[in-house]
Nanobody
Framework: QVQLVESGGGLVQAGGSLRLSCAAS????????ATWYRQAPGKPRGLVAT???????NYVDSVKGRFTISRDNAKNTVYLQMNSLKPDDTAVYYC??????????????WGQGTQVTVSS
């Protein structure tokens, strides 16, 4: 069994920073690609940032230059550093990762989400 657990969300003023973590636990061999998504009230879930197994990254235009996705393979953890936060960044943030399990299969798992609220 594999779990992805997100942490690091909270309430921050505009211009502030937060760092989200997404840790994989259980029968995990490694994390392949991973993606952060977010969903604001009344809006569809959208991609924020992606990191490949090789460390290549991609971002939605609205967060370029402000957010940084990274990974620590030794800890099976993916991070999202969010700087210069804006009220429009308020959303529930989810991570999804393709996880190679000990049994040898590769499967995508989702975290439970963490709330980020940016006040003006």
């Amino acid at each position: 069994q594999v779990q992805l657990v997100e942490s690091g969300g909270g309430l921050v003023q505009a211009g502030g920073s937060l760092r989200l973590s997404c840790a994989a636990s259980g029968s995990v061999k490694s994390i392949n690609a991973a993606t952060w998504y977010r969903q604001a009230p009344g809006k569809p879930r959208g991609l924020v940032a992606t990191i490949t197994s090789g460390g290549s990254t991609n971002y939605v235009d609205s967060v370029k230059g402000r957010f940084t996705i990274s990974r620590d393979n030794a800890k099976n953890t993916v991070y999202l550093q969010m700087n210069s936060l804006k009220p429009d960044d308020t959303a529930v943030y989810y991570c999804a990762a393709a996880v190679a399990v000990v049994a040898g299969t590769l499967k995508t798992y989702w975290g439970q989400g963490t709330q980020v609220t940016v006040s003006s």
